[in-house]
């Protein structure tokens, strides 16, 4: 159905809603935030859109992978999506199943329900609330709407308390009838909300999607305090270990989560499954995050069967019996493990730490022709204990280690602890080579994370695929990847850490002859700036004449302090393109050297640098200083920053301040001033306007001011040689011990 043939119909917001399977939050941000989607037709006070126009306009969005239903391909539009339901075809195998929101208006929503409406229902007893929300979009979203719709209004009716009972043993029943553990109703009975915050919660509840309880899963975990035992697994890595685990499955899968946690492998196992399908179990030996797992697994239509598990599963011999296709998991990280009683096919573990009683575990699970996907930290791969040394070396001889994976560290929001995802086979070749993928440094920085994101987790998979089908690594970018042989693996002490096989960089292979090129080329550069600074510099040198004018700062420019934090709130929504952030790291030697990239929630217009714009450090490095040129014209500053900008250009010259924002004697007042009112050195606006500035004729300042540009030019110029020098040194040195430069010796 195109565009032209669909139905001359006018809609409202709520109906693009349900035509899209999204959030209303999601459609008004759409709205808000695109300046080309349909204009409104306003009747009797409501916003009316015209449905062929709507539907044309999300012609143009991709949905996320995260939002797409089984029956629809990687690249389906929004657009595609509305018009399968207006053509009358089935609706998706998920109908009410918890769809993904728009980020920012999921950001704004949990913390509004986990802020002061969360205080009011919860009391003290954040987590049982926690848990009521979760309860609720579970009841929001598998209960018939009219169902739910009768619960909401009940809520305005009835005790509170009632309500709350009601939902948990609604819950429940849920749960005891899709083969769940229950137990909400328990938990839920100390809350004690008062009605009208309770029906502030149910009413809110209705626009939380995927994205929006995946935020209120960290909640929780901040709440209860999870530790490596019961910490859920972040989607970056379910994500990535499932694809790699089910890349070329062929026919149905038994998959099996030996601890599962939240769920959260067996719902990427869900979505990464072949078409054949697969068969899900899990095990755990937490109640609470059993609980809180079948739950989980019902909000995203997940079929599984869970039981409960046990800390040490190798001491279990009905355990051991269950054999499955596919292992999928990521175990407690090193905990001790007194009583060792399994098989241990490449030898015993320590006692001290059970990473290496979990991996074989899993490997004694695999039926044959079998594969596991394990998460573990990095310490397993590179440990000194002769133990778990000697074990990594028995692992890898028998062929049944086919890959590891060293992921970014600060995946996890409960720890800091970096890993790797190590990839098993049953019955493996001895003679096969090992895959060792080193993707710690890929992906893109976030505001206290690294944020692994589908780019990079598509760098990996494609690079796996490649080695799988013919064992090479070849495709261009894939030099993060290395193919090794046992031989090798031995002679590194049977580390298996990936970094130590893999050289990660822009490396380019050199040769002699363009070494001494290169040089030859630095000493150039070295005498050319010299030679610079002795006669463009030294000839300019005349002080300044004619008369000193004395203004405030403020007199002269604009001063703008740096957006706050909460503005700077950065998002990981695909759509949304990345703004270059200068911070006070950022500024050397007068200079902007650097940015960061980052989606922000806002454009932040306001905050746009011009040029001969001077930024100026606001907390910490107290009188550094850097000018705007063109390049960094349209890039934005961070809340450590003040912004000096729309200057009265026939007093002053922007050069000739900075130059003077430069002078020792300005540095020293500016940091006695920031440290006049608070304890860490601060320097404000209101503060940096007071500050007085000495001021020769217009045509004098531009004189000086071209001087010290000259000057920091050639500053500039005699740091890159340095740098570069220090580069060739590495490259000289590696020639003179090894007779030749190496393949992976740095970039010339």
């Known amino acids: 159905m195109s565009s032209s043939s669909l139905p001359r119909k006018r809609i409202r917001q709520t109906e693009i809603a349900?035509?899209?399977?999204?959030?209303?939050?999601?459609?008004?941000?759409?709205?808000?935030?695109?300046?080309?989607?349909?204009?409104?037709?306003?009747?009797?006070?409501?916003?009316?859109?015209?449905?062929?126009?709507?539907?044309?306009?999300?012609?143009h969005r991709t949905i996320r992978s995260n939002a797409r239903f089984p029956n629809e391909s990687p690249g389906t539009t929004?657009?595609?999506?509305?018009?399968?339901?207006?053509?009358g075809e089935v609706r998706?195998?998920?109908?009410?199943?918890?769809?993904?929101?728009?980020?920012?208006?999921?950001?704004?929503?949990?913390?509004?329900?986990?802020?002061?409406?969360?205080?009011?229902?919860?009391?003290?007893?954040?987590?049982?609330?926690?848990?009521?929300?979760?309860?609720?979009?579970?009841?929001?979203?598998?209960?018939?709407?009219?169902?739910?719709?009768?619960?909401?209004?009940?809520?305005?009716?009835?005790?509170?308390?009632?309500?709350?009972?009601?939902?948990?043993?609604?819950?429940?029943?849920?749960?005891?009838?899709?083969?769940?553990?229950?137990?909400?109703?328990?938990?839920?009975?100390?809350?004690?909300?008062?009605?009208?915050?309770?029906?502030?919660?149910?009413?809110?509840v209705r626009e939380l999607g995927r994205s929006g309880f995946q935020l209120l899963l960290d909640k929780y975990?901040?709440?209860?305090?999870?530790?490596?035992?019961?910490?859920?697994?972040?989607?970056?890595?379910?994500?990535?270990?499932?694809?790699?685990?089910?890349?070329?499955?062929?026919?149905?899968?038994?998959?099996?989560?030996?601890?599962?946690?939240?769920?959260?492998?067996?719902?990427?196992?869900?979505?990464?499954?072949?078409?054949?399908?697969?068969?899900?179990?899990?095990?755990?030996?937490?109640?609470?995050?059993?609980?809180?797992?079948?739950?989980?697994?019902?909000?995203?239509?997940?079929t599984a069967n869970l039981s409960s598990g046990h800390s040490s599963p190798w001491d279990d011999a009905e355990t051991v019996l269950r054999k499955s296709d596919l292992i999928l998991t990521n175990p407690p990280f090193n905990q001790p493990a007194p009583i060792l009683s399994g098989t241990w096919p490449f030898g015993k573990p320590p006692k001290g730490n059970n990473n290496f009683a979990w991996l074989q575990h899993c490997y004694n699970l695999l039926d044959r022709d079998g594969r596991a996907a394990v998460v573990l930290p990095n310490i397993a791969s590179i440990s000194a204990d002769p133990r778990e040394q000697k074990i990594r070396g028995a692992l890898a001889d028998s062929g049944a280690l086919e890959a590891i994976i060293a992921l970014p560290p600060k995946q996890f929001q409960r720890t800091s602890i970096p890993v790797c995802i190590w990839l098993l086979r049953q019955g493996g070749n001895r003679e096969a080579p090992v895959l060792f993928i080193d993707a710690s440094t890929c992906g893109r920085n976030g505001r206290?994370?690294?944020?692994?994101?589908?780019?990079?987790?598509?760098?990996?998979?494609?690079?796996?695929?490649a080695w799988r089908a013919d064992r090479a690594i070849d495709q261009p970018g894939a030099a993060f990847a290395k193919s090794v042989q046992r031989a090798e693996i031995k002679h590194m002490n049977s580390s298996l850490y990936p970094p130590n096989y893999v050289t990660t960089g822009n490396w380019q292979r050199a040769t002699v002859e363009r070494l001494d090129t290169e040089l030859a080329k630095v000493v150039r550069h070295r005498n050319a700036v010299l030679g610079a600074i002795m006669t463009d510099v030294l000839s300019t040198t005349r002080p300044a004449s004619g008369v000193l004018e004395q203004r405030l700062l403020g007199s002269l420019c604009r001063i703008q302090a740096g957006p706050s934090n909460s503005l700077l709130k950065?998002?990981?929504?695909?759509?949304?393109?990345?703004?270059?952030?200068?911070?006070?790291?950022?500024l050397t030697e007068r200079r902007i050297t650097g940015r960061d990239e980052i989606r922000l929630e806002r454009s932040l217009d306001k905050f746009k640098l011009?040029?001969?714009?001077?930024?100026?450090?606001?907390?910490?490095?107290?009188?550094?200083?850097?000018?705007?040129?063109?390049?960094?014209?349209?890039?934005?500053?961070?809340?450590?920053?003040l912004r000096l900008h729309e200057f009265e250009r026939d007093l002053v010259d922007p050069h000739y301040l900075l130059g003077y924002l430069s002078l020792p004697r300005v540095?020293?007042?500016?940091?006695?001033?920031?440290?006049?009112?608070?304890?860490?050195?601060?320097?404000?606006?209101?503060?940096?306007?007071?500050?007085?500035?000495?001021?020769?004729?217009?045509?004098?300042?531009?004189?000086?001011?071209?001087?010290?540009?000259?000057?920091?030019?050639?500053?500039?110029?005699?740091?890159?040689?340095?740098?570069?020098?220090?580069?060739?040194?590495?490259?000289?040195?590696?020639?003179?011990?090894?007779?030749?430069?190496?393949?992976?010796?740095?970039?010339v």
Request: net charge negative; hydrophobic share 40%; aromatic share 6%.
């Open 78 to 87: 929004y657009g595609e999506r509305a018009r399968g339901r207006l053509d």
């Open 570 to 586: 950065a998002t990981n929504q695909a759509t949304i393109q990345e703004i270059p952030l200068v911070s006070p790291k950022h």
């Open 221 to 302: 975990q901040d709440a209860v305090g999870l530790n490596s035992t019961n910490f859920f697994t972040p989607p970056s890595v379910t994500t990535l270990a499932a694809e790699l685990l089910l890349e070329g499955a062929t026919s149905h899968q038994k998959i099996y989560d030996p601890y599962a946690r939240s769920g959260e492998m067996l719902i990427a196992a869900a979505a990464a499954r072949p078409p054949t399908g697969v068969t899900l179990h899990g095990a755990s030996p937490d109640s609470s995050t059993m609980r809180l797992a079948g739950l989980h697994l019902m909000l995203y239509r997940t």
């Open 18 to 59: 349900q035509l899209f399977d999204i959030g209303r939050a999601a459609v008004k941000n759409w709205i808000d935030r695109h300046e080309t989607f349909p204009a409104p037709i306003r009747s009797d006070g409501t916003d009316y859109y015209q449905l062929a126009e709507v539907v044309a306009w999300a012609d």
């Open 92 to 204: 998706p195998q998920t109908a009410g199943v918890l769809t993904t929101d728009d980020e920012q208006a999921a950001q704004s929503l949990v913390a509004e329900l986990t802020g002061q409406l969360g205080k009011r229902v919860g009391g003290t007893s954040q987590t049982a609330y926690l848990e009521l929300l979760f309860c609720s979009i579970l009841l929001k979203t598998r209960l018939p709407p009219s169902t739910w719709e009768e619960l909401v209004r009940a809520a305005r009716e009835t005790s509170p308390s009632a309500i709350v009972q009601h939902i948990g043993r609604t819950t429940d029943g849920l749960l005891k009838n899709n083969g769940f553990v229950p137990g909400f109703a328990n938990v839920l009975r100390s809350l004690h909300p008062d009605q009208k915050a309770l029906t502030d919660v149910l009413d809110r």
């Open 610 to 641: 011009t040029e001969d714009d001077i930024l100026c450090v606001r907390s910490g490095s107290i009188g550094q200083v850097a000018l705007v040129t063109d390049q960094q014209r349209g890039w934005r500053f961070d809340t450590n920053l």
């Open 667 to 747: 540095m020293e007042w500016l940091q006695r001033m920031s440290k006049a009112s608070t304890a860490i050195p601060t320097i404000n606006a209101p503060t940096l306007r007071q500050l007085t500035i000495d001021l020769p004729p217009i045509s004098e300042q531009q004189r000086i001011g071209r001087s010290l540009r000259e000057l920091d030019d050639h500053l500039t110029a005699a740091r890159q040689f340095t740098e570069a020098a220090g580069k060739y040194r590495s490259v000289l040195a590696a020639h003179l011990m090894h007779a030749e430069i190496p393949a992976n010796g740095v970039e």
């Open 448 to 465: 206290g994370q690294r944020i692994f994101d589908a780019e990079a987790r598509g760098r990996v998979l494609a690079t796996y695929r």
